[in-house]
Every structure is written in structure tokens, then in C-alpha cells.
């Protein structure tokens, strides 16, 4: 199977039932929405987060100033050593609940922000 990717910056439109809806489609399970495009991520509610499963993050981390977190129906911490290296990137993080998450990563996609968003879908 293809690895899903979107080349582009669209909005959330809609998230629930396990995936999410943007740009006119919908993917199932969780996603990456980064400067690059919108990623699948293989990535459940039910696993701990690692610094491996933001790789792809921390690639593109030179055009990304802020990364919001979608930890799934609860607020769940970073891993330390991926906050310290964000934080050596220059990339502020902040994991909130999903919901949370795709609201705040619309407002700032509209305001042309640098922000990168990891959703863990619900």
C-alpha cells in the first residue's frame, strides 16, 4: 500500500470516527499536517509517544516555529528527550487534546503561521 500523503496545507475540516476530513477528503487514522503536506502517522491513542514516531518532524524542522500535539482524547506529555529536541530546533511544542489541536492549528494556518500539527485520530 502507498504511504498517504497530500501536497498541501489544507485546514481541518472535520475530525471523529477515527480519521479526519481536509481538502475535500477524508483519511482515516492519525496524520502529520507539515510544511511538506498532510502525512499518514502511524500512530494510536493506545501507544506511547517516541522520538522516532516525529521523525519526519524533526526533518522539516527548519520550516516548522511551532508543533501542536493531538494526543487523542486526553492531554498526555511529550517524551523529554523529543521536547529537548525540538526545543534545540527552535521549535516551541505543545500537546493538547485532538479536538484542541485542529482548532488551534486552523487559527494559526489562517494567520499564516509556522505551525506544524501531529494528530492522533479519535
Known sequence: MRE?????RPPIDAYGNG??????MSHRGSILCLPSGV???DVTEDMPLN???FRRVL???G?????LVGTGSSIRPLPVDLKAALRAAN????PMS??????????????SRAVAVALIAV
Not at 498517504?4 to 498541501?8: D, L, N, R, V
Not at 485532538?98 to 488551534?104: I, N, S
Request: no cysteine.
Open 4 to 8: 498517504a500523503h497530500f501536497p498541501g
Open 19 to 24: 480519521g479526519f476530513r481536509f481538502a475535500e
Open 39 to 41: 502525512h499518514g502517522w
Open 51 to 53: 522520538m522516532e514516531q
Open 59 to 61: 526533518d522539516e524542522a
Open 63 to 67: 520550516d516548522i516555529e511551532f508543533l
Open 91 to 94: 521549535v516551541s511544542s505543545d
Open 98 to 111: 485532538t479536538g484542541a489541536a485542529v482548532r488551534t492549528y486552523n487559527v494559526m494556518l489562517a494567520e
